[in-house]
């Protein structure tokens, strides 16, 4: 076989041919197709949407363009075979909940609302065309929104020295992107012994920003159970805990004494992974055992469409270049974008929280923009807002929280944040952090 072609499963060979839900036993033999070959045919003259990445914010925009267009083809790429979810997973790491309650079916929702799933993974664009190049082939859209998520910029810190990245990803997994390292943390966890497990946070934009915070206390509760002569360093590049700033140093110092240490303006300079060295702009330190997290950056699909920001020197931002409140991208209105790739929506607060709740309400935002163009009606700019639950205590169980609003500033038309700690530790804040995750769930998830 030649090394372009390849052999694809039933289900997307079902796909592939346009049999949609043909029982899969009616297929006679496989069909090898290549990357060129085109995918999906189209169904008369409905608008087709395709949709990159089947997370919080794709899932969403897939569930709500097909309520809000009825006639429309909306198709979702994800390449994992089950949806991840990253909220609750800090919960998941230390068995507050159990894999079933983080990892769900993804073919319930496609059924339910009637969009097509197709497990594959995005490869490229050809926006001139309207085309999006997957492992599978090429797929035609009229409109494409991009939800990948994140990707891990390890070559910040070691170029192109693939050796480290790749023993940094096996051995010091960051755990922040829906794949298989999130069970190499938990097994991490369970096996720790002792010493000094090292934390790095990424510099801000990243990734759900209170959250390595909580991941840090359940950790830290974990080794304070079963009583491991462990200790926890958070090397965080910020001056400061941030947000729920009071609510954090208080569970540090009251909870977690002995146990957590916060070292701020710790940007990392250079990293040893092979000899658990580490060197930052707070000092040097050694480690026994380390959760590595390298800078965030849009996921691979944004520069894979050419649709990365440029900052006023020419330097890439990382982040999708795209209208802040209508969601498209600057240099091509047919491209949208949903959830932790999106660019800085502001100068006073630069981007929206990269969390599920934004992703989500984002999802439904530029679904309903979408759902006007198609009907010819006027877009109408909207705004989301922004609300996290974390875990700091697991016995009794507490959390802290942070809300964020936003409105338009009348007199310079910016978007503006307002931003809400609850920095005192309660019991209902977990009952309020369940309900909120259940009505996420059964908004995407259908259940
Ligand atoms: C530990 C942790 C705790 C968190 N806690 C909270 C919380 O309490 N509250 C909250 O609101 N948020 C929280 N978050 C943040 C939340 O998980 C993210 O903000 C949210 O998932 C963003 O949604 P998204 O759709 O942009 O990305 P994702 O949900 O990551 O979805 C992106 C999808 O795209 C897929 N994909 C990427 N590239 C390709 C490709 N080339 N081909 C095919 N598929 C591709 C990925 O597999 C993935 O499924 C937390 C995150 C973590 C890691």
Redesign the pocket.
């Known amino acids: 076989m030649n090394r372009r072609n390849f052999l694809i499963t039933p289900p997307a060979m079902a796909l592939a041919l346009g049999l949609g839900s043909t029982p899969l036993q009616s297929l006679a033999a496989p069909a090898i197709l290549t990357p060129a070959s085109r995918i999906l045919p189209r169904e008369g003259k409905k608008p087709r949407i395709v949709i990159?990445?089947?997370?919080?914010?794709?899932?969403t925009a897939a569930r709500y363009l097909r309520e809000l267009i009825p006639n429309s083809d909306v198709v979702l790429?994800?390449?994992?075979p089950t949806?991840?979810?990253?909220?609750?997973?800090?919960k998941w790491l230390i068995d507050i909940v159990n894999t079933d309650f983080v990892n769900h079916d993804m073919q319930r929702p496609a059924n339910r609302y009637g969009y097509t799933l197709l497990q594959?993974?995005?490869?490229g664009f050809e926006r001139d065309r309207k085309l999006v190049r997957?492992a599978h082939g090429l797929i035609e859209y009229d409109f494409l929104i991009l939800?990948?998520?994140?990707r891990n910029a390890y070559e910040a810190w070691f170029g192109n020295d693939q050796r480290a990245i790749d023993h940094t990803r096996t051995h010091f997994p960051s755990?922040?992107?829906?794949?298989a390292e999130m069970f190499a943390l938990k097994r991490k966890i369970q096996e720790f012994k002792g010493g000094t497990l090292v934390m790095t946070l990424p510099p801000p934009p990243h990734?759900?920003p209170?959250?390595?915070y909580?991941?840090a206390c359940l950790i830290a509760w974990h080794i304070k159970k079963n009583r491991i002569p462990g200790k926890i360093l958070i090397l965080d590049p910020k001056p400061k805990v941030a947000p729920i700033h009071m609510g954090y140093q208080t569970a540090f110092r009251e909870l977690y004494p002995d146990i957590i240490t916060h070292v701020p303006n710790a940007r990392v300079q250079e990293l040893d992974p092979f000899n658990k060295r580490i060197k930052t702009s707070a000092g040097e330190f050694r480690f026994d055992d380390a959760i590595l997290m390298p800078p965030h950056q849009a996921?691979?699909?944004v520069w894979q469409a050419d649709l990365i920001g440029k900052d006023a020197n020419g330097k890439p931002t990382g982040w999708a270049d795209m209208h802040p409140r209508l969601f498209h991208a600057h240099s091509d209105d047919s491209v949208y974008f949903?959830?932790?790739?999106m660019g800085a929506i502001s100068d006073q607060f630069g981007h929206y929280?990269?969390?599920?709740?934004?992703?989500?309400y984002v999802?439904r935002i530029v679904a309903r923009n979408i759902a006007e163009r198609v009907s010819g009606k006027e877009v109408v700019a909207r705004l989301p807002d922004?609300?996290?639950?974390?875990m700091v205590n697991a016995e009794p169980q507490e959390e802290i929280s942070v809300k964020f609003e936003y409105e338009v500033d009348p007199a310079s038309g910016k978007v503006i944040q307002t931003q809400i700690d609850m920095d005192v530790r309660t019991e209902d804040l977990v009952k309020e952090?369940f309900a909120w995750i259940k009505e996420k769930f059964s908004d995407f998830l259908a259940i």
Not at 120 to 123: A, D, F, G, I, S
Not at 386 to 390: A, F, G, I, R, S
């Open positions: 990159c990445g089947g997370g919080w914010g794709g899932m790429l994800e390449r994992n949806f991840w979810s990253g909220p609750m997973s800090n594959t993974e995005v490869m997957t939800s990948g998520g994140i755990a922040y992107i829906p794949n990734r759900c209170p959250s390595p909580e991941r996921a691979e699909m949903v959830g932790d790739l929280p990269k969390s599920g709740h934004v992703a989500n999802g922004n609300l996290c639950y974390m952090d």
